[in-house]
């Protein structure tokens, strides 16, 4: 570590003239950057043909609501993983998160995307610590700045949820509206720069369990690295651990490339993915995204192609994003389904254990007590495993469920064969039908001509041996 923080001040002392600079800190003579590739690769200027997508959005949401949230509320879902779905979420755009140290151009990157450059809806930034504040940026009819505690009230957004860090910290998050383009399709949020010399409690807020929330809704998370800040402190190794499962949607960026020559490019090109090895643990090495992202022409003398490759590649990404919107949305509900199907399994076992155990003579908090604390002694999950098609990669952890039990007594529970009505049906087989049958149909109807609205069991007859009705011939 400590010859990484030497690679990381040689670096800064070989930066060359004037490059350490924000956009703001450039000469207004300073040429502007060609932004055709932006415009052609997110397809900005192109008229998008009417979709399905609110029809889609609507139907997805009757899903979630008469199939899925019924055993979830049940069975206390989001006491267990703190996640709860709200129709803002349901209907929202896709998000793209922004995380790194700061000053690592991160807002300079979002300006440049947007075009915000020199215009009244530009971020602030600038070579100190300048960003303070969670902010989102979203579509709107004109420029408006919303105040998190409006953001938070405002069940129709979907940050309604982030009321329960705080006070302190809905004084430090902000909305601001802005009518672009490329907001109609995307939401983006800018995040404080990380400081490893601060401690976490001096934010006044719980910033890691911030950051979670946000990166459990991302579709796309953007780690910004600069040449002179590659060493990884405790705040960004905690970073790394809270989005661990996630690697599919992280995008690293080495950004301010053109600062450096190749030979030293090269170098700390190295020393970022040997800083980043022991915190990415996959097997395929990350992708790095090596460019300058802000507003102005190359520094001559550099690798100007190979950057403009790879910031297309990576707008690319992005687009794919926003192109399978839909899809993501449908998957991610339907995973949330699979896991909220499972803790009402692994909750039902362990009653039906508890009242095989009880007798007339027993103490039922000591019974219990035994359960929660070995549950591999009663085959708790190995009976889910064994009776149900549930991947043991999907099980939630054991010891998360001594927490849960200790807040919700196990007597406040029923037995999923206790949860039928003769007019609505069971529970457990409304989630079966929504992840086996609804949730897939609705996804195989994209694009292919049907009618969202149309897939309900009185027209599809879900309670017979399903058809692959959505097969191309």
Same mark, same amino acid.
């Given at each position: 570590m400590r010859a990484l923080v030497l690679l990381c001040c040689f670096v800064a002392s070989l930066l060359l003239p004037g490059q350490a600079e924000e956009a703001e800190d450039v000469s207004e003579e300073a040429p502007l950057r060609d932004r055709s590739h932006i415009e052609k690769t997110l397809m900005l200027n192109e008229e998008k043909p009417i979709d399905d997508y609110p029809v889609v959005l609507q139907r997805l949401r009757k899903?979630?609501?008469s199939s899925i949230k019924p055993l979830e509320q049940s069975y206390k879902y989001n006491e267990l993983r703190q996640h709860e779905i709200t129709d803002g979420e349901i209907t929202s755009k896709p998000m793209v998160l922004f995380l790194g140290p700061w000053s690592v151009g991160k807002s300079?990157?979002?300006?440049?995307?947007?075009?915000l450059e020199n215009t009244r809806y530009q971020l602030y930034t600038g070579a100190e610590p300048t960003t303070s504040e969670f902010t989102v940026l979203m579509h709107g009819p004109k420029l408006k700045t919303i105040e998190g505690i409006v953001m938070a009230a405002d069940s129709a957004r979907s940050f309604s949820p982030l009321e329960k860090?705080?006070?302190?910290? $809905? /004084?430090? #998050?902000i909305g601001i509206e802005v009518p672009h383009k490329l907001l109609e399709r995307v939401t983006f949020v800018d995040t404080p720069g990380i400081i490893e010399n601060r401690k976490q409690q001096e934010r006044g807020y719980p910033f890691n369990d911030v950051c979670q929330w946000f990166i459990d809704r991302a579709d796309l998370i953007f780690v910004v690295f600069d040449p002179t800040k590659l060493d990884v402190g405790l705040e960004l190794e905690m970073l790394f651990r809270q989005l661990k499962g996630r690697e599919s949607q992280i995008r690293i960026i080495l950004n301010k490339a053109d600062n450096l020559a190749t030979q030293?490019?090269?170098?700390?090109y190295g020393a970022l993915f040997w800083s980043l090895a022991p915190l990415?643990?996959?097997?395929?090495?990350?992708?790095?995204?090596?460019?300058?992202f802000w507003p102005y022409e190359y520094k001559p003398d550099t690798h100007q192609d190979l950057?403009?490759?790879?910031?297309?590649?990576? $707008? /690319?990404? #992005?687009?794919q994003v926003i192109e399978n919107r839909l899809e993501n949305k449908i998957a991610f509900i339907r995973q949330h389904a699979i896991r909220v199907r499972i803790h009402a399994l692994l909750v039902d076992r362990y009653l039906q254990t508890y009242k095989e155990k009880m007798t007339f003579f027993s103490d039922g908090e000591l019974v219990f007590k035994d359960i929660v604390e070995d549950p591999d002694k009663f085959y708790i999950f190995k009976t889910i495993l064994a009776?149900?098609?549930v991947s043991k990669f999907d099980l939630p952890n054991r010891e998360a469920y001594k927490d849960f039990f200790g807040i919700n007594p196990i007597s406040s529970f029923k037995l999923l064969s206790q949860q039928c009505s003769y007019m609505g049906g069971c529970f457990l087989e409304k989630?079966?039908?929504?992840?086996t049958q609804e949730l897939p149909g609705l996804l195989g109807s994209l694009g292919l001509g049907k009618n969202p609205g149309a897939l309900n069991c009185d027209k599809t007859g879900c309670g017979e041996t399903p058809k692959n009705r959505y097969r191309k011939p």
């Open positions: 899903i979630y609501h300079t990157m979002i300006n440049y995307l947007l075009g860090f705080g006070q302190n910290f $809905l /004084e430090k #998050l030293m490019l090269m170098r700390v990415i643990n996959v097997t395929e090495p990350p992708r790095v995204y090596v460019s300058s950057f403009l490759k790879e910031e297309i590649s990576l $707008l /690319e990404d #992005l687009n009776k149900t098609n989630i079966e039908r929504a992840i």
